[in-house]
């Protein structure tokens, strides 16, 4: 996550991990490449959900999400904005 990302949603820095803590080092790479410098936590490992993802799958913080989940996945849309998109033409 970016110093944007950041300012953009305070809730970030409760969840924050300092990019030379993350233990993954493809991740870490990916983070340098993109100039991310912070990640987001996971309290339960790897694979798990977001911790800003509500028992029905949405976002909690959609409207300000980190540019990190505003470009994955980069070919389609998420789920919440596939539902707005069908509620906004059907």
């Known amino acids: ?3 944007l990302d950041m300012s953009r ?5 409760k969840h924050a991990v300092p990019r030379n803590l993350v233990g993954n080092p ?10 991310y410098w912070w990640a987001l936590s996971k ?3 790897r694979g798990t959900p977001c911790v800003f993802q509500a028992p029905d799958n949405s976002c909690l913080i959609h409207v300000t999400r980190p540019q990190i989940c505003r470009d994955y996945p980069q070919d389609s849309f998420c789920e919440r904005e596939e539902m ?5 033409t059907g």
Do not use: C, I, V
């Open 1 to 3: 996550m970016s110093e």
């Open 9 to 13: 949603e305070p809730r970030l820095f």
């Open 26 to 35: 493809t991740m870490r790479r990916y983070m340098d490449e993109k100039g």
């Open 43 to 45: 309290p339960h490992g």
């Open 84 to 88: 707005e998109m069908s509620n906004a």
